[in-house]
């Protein structure tokens, strides 16, 4: 798949030329498509970084919330790392290696506007004090090649040191602590928190790491401030989200919404032909049915009610035509071999736990594994080092609640006559040394 | 107060859950050097290991608890609350009841330090839990100075733990063969592909 930028309504005439954006698009640009990245483009629609002062409590007003998956409040983390600072000089991390296979939106951003999500780093490194930030994608990610034009072009025009690094591509290598033990050891693994990177990080020094489009968005309040911001999205939910939409729709990618959308408008935009589940969230995220997500809005107050969260903003389609259990257990087999190995709950409990769900796939007409899968969901909840446990449970579960009528089905062993349908899900062969 | 204002019941307790405790606590030193050597068999998984080791602790630490309120509403030992922590404030044998009172202090560092494992530095935890080595003998000193059961089982039971204490400090010392690291091998800190100074 590849990603493509929804067409948009028209801007209004005067509404650019170094000026706030009026209505959305407003991370990604409008307009021609070429000579879009560079620094001169990126001044002429957004005007200069202003001089910093107050950021920290303007990001506060704007109510901005990490855009990596966790929805993290960006204020809060950002008076973390000021306040251990200390002697130690903070560092700032982009996180752009976006490991998520179901999204697109980091690498499409800094492939578009580099500058904007550099200007993020500048920001809010000058915002906590921190005197080098590092740029971290994905080895072999597309938006390396712009993210290295762009550095060019700013050589010597920032108060800090920016710096662009390549993570090895592994569902866990983007994790927050991952990309601190890699920029460390070189070893992209996550490690047990606390400390968490705020407290001791890079070189032991306490460490911002946020994810690409939230340090966008970080530039924007910089500039335009929070009031501005907030203009777009409800109350609750401000600002706009980078949304990748994909899976069984006309036209799959990347568009950006407004929060509190309602998820009918944004699946009906991108063509979204019938569907047996939809997963929010990307492979961390939940599983709806489609009576679920009729009457719901995109946000973290809307989608709370249904148990599930925006997350990375991928929207995946699961049409009716793919046999939902064999993907939910293709998936489960792929998450389990995305184990760094390091702890036994991980290591052991996610093969495990695919494996048993393989074999509700074939047929499991006493329940017995299915039985398994949730009891062994249970034990392997809220261990280990790192989250990805949590995220494959979540997935299996919330699928196993969506798909429970297709469950019936594959019961006796008969099956439903699509298990051997061609792939929906994308599962990477990564190279995971 | 005498002996007499308080039920001899109590006394059998605080004797009975004294040596309890030290069979317990012996055992789960047992079980932390087998967890520490990472032994393991096709029927014994390090999971029951670990298992074992904290909740034979948790054990052990309610018999410690009842020992330790025992020994206080028993009035003949002459404890009182503070005397709980603060050692050798006993009416009764101030020293041999003393070291009961500093291998109870260690156990309770080593129980905070383990329940707030997470917010602790591990450097930290394993300094305060390094500490049991320190406790175990003295809490065994204790059993035996203060002990009204030496010359019978209590002595028999003492010398039990001693071997299977002794015996798990033998085997913590002998030095572990070099464990193959299966995760990924150390590679040099991750180099910038690309950088642009800034304007200072």
């Given amino acids: 798949m590849t990603p493509t930028i929804a067409p948009s309504r028209p801007r209004p005439p005067g509404s650019a030329r170094g000026g706030p954006p009026a209505g959305l698009p407003r991370l990604l640009p409008d307009g021609p498509v070429a000579d879009r990245p560079s620094l001169a483009r990126h001044l002429e629609r957004l005007g200069p970084l202003p001089a910093p002062g107050g950021l920290v409590d303007q990001v506060d007003q704007a109510g901005l919330r990490g855009r990596g998956g966790a929805g993290f409040p960006t204020a809060v983390k950002l008076r973390a790392v000021r306040s251990a600072a200390g002697r130690r000089r903070p560092v700032v991390v982009a996180n752009g290696t976006e490991s998520e296979p179901l999204s697109h939106k980091d690498v499409t951003l800094l492939g578009h506007v580099p500058h904007l999500v550099l200007d993020g780093m500048v920001a809010a490194a000058v915002a906590v004090g921190a005197g080098r930030a590092v740029l971290c994608l994905k080895e072999g990610s597309g938006a390396t090649a712009p993210v290295r034009r762009a550095l060019v072009e700013r050589s010597g025009l920032d108060p800090v040191d920016l710096e662009v690094v390549e993570v090895p591509a592994r569902y866990v290598s983007g994790e927050e602590s991952a990309l601190v033990n890699h920029l460390n050891t070189g070893r992209a693994l996550?490690?047990?928190?606390?400390?968490?990177?705020?407290?001791?990080?890079?070189?032991?020094r306490p460490t911002l790491v946020d994810n690409v489009e939230t340090l966008a968005n970080l530039a924007l309040i910089a500039r335009f401030g929070?009031?501005?911001?907030?203009?777009?999205?409800?109350?609750?939910?401000?600002?706009?989200?980078?949304?990748?939409?994909?899976?069984?729709?006309?036209?799959p990618g990347l568009q950006e919404v407004a929060l509190g959308t309602p998820l009918p408008e944004i699946l009906g935009r991108a063509g979204a032909g019938p569907a047996a589940g939809i997963l929010v969230g990307g492979y961390f995220g939940t599983w709806l049915t489609p009576a679920q997500i009729s009457g719901a809005t995109f946000g973290w107050t809307g989608l709370a009610p249904l148990g599930a969260a925006p997350g990375c903003g991928a929207l995946t389609v699961l049409p009716e035509t793919c046999c939902p259990l064999a993907e939910l257990s293709r998936v489960a087999d792929w998450l389990a071999g995305q184990s760094a190995g390091q702890c036994g709950a991980c290591t052991n409990g996610l093969p495990a736990i695919a494996g048993a769900l393989a074999r509700v796939v074939r047929g499991d007409p006493d329940g017995a594994a299915l039985g398994l899968v949730r009891r062994w969901a249970a034990m392997v909840r809220g261990r280990g080092a790192c989250k990805l446990p949590d995220g494959a449970v979540a997935f299996v579960l919330s699928g196993l609640e969506a798909f429970a009528p297709h469950l019936a089905v594959h019961r006796d062993g008969r099956g439903c006559g699509m298990t051997g349908h061609q792939a929906l899900l994308p599962t990477p062969q990564w190279r995971t040394s | 107060m005498t002996l007499a204002t308080t039920p001899l019941s109590v006394w059998y307790l605080m004797r009975g859950s004294g040596l309890v405790a030290l069979i317990l606590f012996s055992m789960t030193i047992g079980l932390g050097v087998v967890g520490v050597k990472r032994w393991q068999s096709s029927r014994w998984s390090r999971l029951v290991t670990a298992g074992l080791h904290r909740n034979v602790a948790l054990l052990a630490l309610c018999f410690l608890a009842i020992h330790v309120v025992t020994a206080v509403v028993d009035q003949f030992v002459g404890l009182g609350w503070l005397g709980v922590i603060v050692p050798f404030k006993s009416a009764y044998r101030p020293l041999w009841v003393g070291l009961g009172v500093v291998a109870f202090d260690i156990v309770l560092a080593v129980m905070a330090t383990s329940l707030l494992r997470r917010h602790v530095r591990f450097r930290t935890w394993r300094l305060v839990h390094w500490g049991t080595w320190v406790m175990w003998p003295v809490a065994l000193v204790h059993a035996l100075g203060a002990g009204t059961d030496r010359v019978s089982f209590g002595l028999f039971v003492s010398l039990g733990c001693v071997a299977l204490v002794g015996a798990a400090a033998v085997w913590r010392l002998i030095p572990d063969r070099a464990v193959p690291d299966r995760t990924t091998p150390p590679r040099p800190p991750a180099r910038p592909l690309a950088t642009a100074r800034s304007s200072s």
Avoid: F, Y
């Fill in chain 1, 190 to 204: 996550p490690t047990v928190t606390p400390p968490r990177p705020a407290q001791r990080g890079v070189g032991g």
């Fill in chain 1, 226 to 251: 929070p009031s501005w911001w907030r203009s777009v999205g409800t109350t609750e939910d401000p600002g706009s989200m980078l949304v990748t939409v994909s899976g069984g729709v006309a036209h």
